[in-house]
């Protein structure tokens, strides 16, 4: 059975040696194999996971936040500062630009 020797704490999804551990472990008996028909499957799904991203919700969104952080007694313009943070990385994630109002 291989070992990776650099992560021996958990799998790391873009290290062979990782995955042919985790193959091993697994049963099975093609790792390659097993591979290509995961990152063909992932490819795909990769984004569909994710609901659409309008800017009507990206403010609803932004509000919630707002309030949330508000709550917690945070300050009004840190609030702000990390609701943007959070909708400009739900707009990396999903790929799409980021709106002025967020920059």
Not at 21 to 40: F, V
């Amino acid at each position: 059975m291989s070992k990776c020797a650099v992560h021996s704490d958990f799998f790391d999804d873009n290290c062979a040696e990782c995955k042919r551990e985790y193959a091993d472990l697994k049963g099975h008996h093609d790792p390659s194999q097993q591979t290509r028909k995961e990152s063909r499957r992932t490819s795909k799904v990769k984004f569909s996971n994710y609901k659409e991203f309008t800017e009507e919700r990206a403010k609803k969104l932004y509000e919630d936040l707002i309030l949330q952080y508000l709550s917690k007694e945070i300050g009004e313009l840190e609030a702000a500062e990390r609701a943007r943070a959070i909708i400009r990385k739900q707009c990396m994630v999903r790929g799409i630009k980021v709106w002025p109002w967020i920059e």
